[in-house]
């Protein structure tokens, strides 16, 4: 039998136990309100874009880390597979599974420590960075990154999908940069840490976090989090620009950001998405490109840059900075539109972008296809998120194709959830196999998201 065939299989008998037996056993753990299937299953059947839907066997809510080693004790005594999920805010169907258990982490949420004198903080891994934001700026501290997606994405689901977000663009905008530690579960119930605590990234000895960031769940379920954490800024402050084109707008975003001390970060986004959204909520007179540049630092600086930005590219003042800076995670914009939505992210090297954007405007126009585009700006590269908000079956469809002609420019999917597995396979074979290996070593039984790599 195919190792990642085993689980499955294993679990269509739930190893002859009726599934009523199995949920008595899960709700002596957690109690009624903690254990869900039948309809009750519904909210997880979709993520928070799609309507593709799956149809979990049960979603468990352990709200410590005791009560997980108990459930994973008995997923394995019944043979059945655990996907985590935090927020939902994933991009490619990662926390979704059918006929299987979802482990719903929002339980775990307790902010453990904010040390400042050591700079860190330490969470469980479902704190939102709503959550971490809120207790930071009372200490006039800040982790100073957020998911493009939405402040109530989990630390946990952003690490797991190696979240690159809005954040100090010199620190490179990667979760990377500010853990310090993880705590991880793994499916035989040991509990690992990967780094340490006092010390920053990769500071001292062997270091197994990178194992863990973008292992989408594969690996095991990451359950306390420590990050470093900075002085907030004094001052914040933002720049809306409008570009004619998206080779103007990205020469501009590159040469000015090189020069700007304050700047902390900047995107982009066509005129689609503004259309779609924001033009509307805005009343504003956007241009074919907009995008915006995010200052913080001293007021004096703060104040003195922006003027120096607004003077250079001629914008009029305005108060459509702020506003559009609250439009800056995708979720926020999507939710306005009419589900569903088909999200697809790519990183590809800044010079590359425009051609990148060019194909994939082309693909859309020979199908007729309407697309959205917000571009993360991160100095050599950016993150493309491409949203379909109409024809989904077509949009599917031609995934595959943009996601070879990207890979053919140089850039590349960020995603594997439960679509890019196929994209990986093909064009970094030794990748696929050294995680599948990795997979054998670190979850042997396959108990962890076992669709994934198939
Ligand atoms: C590969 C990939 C790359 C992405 N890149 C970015 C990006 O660069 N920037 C950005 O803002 N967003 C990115 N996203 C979307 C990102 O997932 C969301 O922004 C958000 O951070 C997810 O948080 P969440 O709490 O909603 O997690 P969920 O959507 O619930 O889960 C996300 C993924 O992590 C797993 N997971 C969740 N919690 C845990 C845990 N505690 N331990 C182990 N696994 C867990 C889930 O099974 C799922 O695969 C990416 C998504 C994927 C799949």
Redesign the pocket.
């Known amino acids: 039998m195919p190792f990642s065939m085993a689980f499955i299989l294993n679990f269509t008998s739930v190893r002859g136990m009726s599934l009523n037996e199995v949920y008595a056993d899960f709700v002596k753990i957690l109690g009624y309100e903690n254990v869900l299937r039948g309809d009750y299953v519904q909210p997880y059947s979709v993520?928070?874009y799609t309507r593709s839907v799956v149809k979990p066997t049960f979603i468990l809510k352990p709200a410590s880390v005791q009560q997980l080693l108990q459930i994973l004790s008995l997923a394995r005594k019944y043979g059945m597979s655990i996907?985590?999920?935090?927020?939902?805010?994933?991009?490619?169907m990662?926390?979704m599974v059918s006929d299987g258990i979802i482990i719903d982490?929002t339980r775990l949420n307790e902010i453990l420590e904010v040390n400042d004198e050591n700079y860190t903080i330490t969470v469980q891994?479902?704190v939102?960075f709503e959550d971490i934001n809120e207790k930071l700026t009372l200490k006039r501290l800040s982790v100073d990154l957020e998911?493009?997606?939405?402040p109530?994405?989990?630390i946990?689901?952003?690490?797991?999908?190696?979240?690159?977000?809005y954040g100090l663009l010199r620190h490179g905008c990667s979760v990377l940069n500010i853990i310090r530690d993880l705590e991880v579960v793994l499916s035989d119930g040991t509990i690992i840490h990967t780094g340490f605590k006092n010390l920053p990234f990769g500071k001292a000895g062997y270091n197994l976090t990178s194992l863990?960031i973008?292992?989408?769940?594969l690996f095991?379920?990451?359950?306390e989090v420590t990050l470093s954490v900075f002085p907030a800024p004094e001052t914040v402050a933002s720049v809306a620009l409008n570009f004619s084109s998206i080779e103007d707008g990205l020469n501009f975003l590159g040469d000015i950001t090189k020069r700007l001390t304050t700047a902390h970060s900047a995107f982009m986004m066509n005129a689609t998405f503004k259309d779609n959204i924001i033009r509307n909520a805005l009343k504003y007179p956007f241009g074919e490109f907009s995008g915006l540049i995010r200052l913080e630092g001293s007021r004096e600086e703060v104040e003195w840059e922006k003027d120096s930005v607004e003077n250079l590219c001629g914008t009029s003042k305005n108060n459509i900075d702020e506003d559009l800076w609250n439009y800056r995670f995708l979720y926020h914009v999507i939710r306005e539109l009419n589900y569903p939505v088909l999200i697809d992210?790519y990183i590809i090297p800044v010079k590359k972008s425009a051609e990148a954007y060019n194909v994939i405007r082309e693909i859309a126009a020979r199908e007729k296809l309407n697309f959205m585009t917000h571009f993360l700006y991160l100095g050599s590269n950016i993150?493309l998120n491409l949203m379909y908000v109409d024809d989904i079956r077509k949009a599917y469809s031609l995934e595959k194709e943009i996601d070879e002609a990207i890979n053919l420019i140089g850039g590349r999917p960020?995603?594997?959830?439960l679509r890019r597995v196929e994209v990986m396979k093909k064009t970094s074979p030794c990748l696929f196999n050294l995680l599948s290996e990795i997979k054998r070593v670190l979850d042997g039984i396959n108990l962890f998201?076992p669709n994934?790599l198939l």
């Open positions: 993520d928070k996907t985590p999920r935090g927020g939902g805010f994933d991009l490619a990662g926390s982490l891994c479902g939102t998911p493009i997606t939405s109530e994405a989990t946990g689901g952003f690490i797991a999908s190696h979240g690159i977000g863990m973008g292992s989408e769940g095991g379920i990451i359950t992210d993150v960020l995603t594997i959830g998201c994934k």
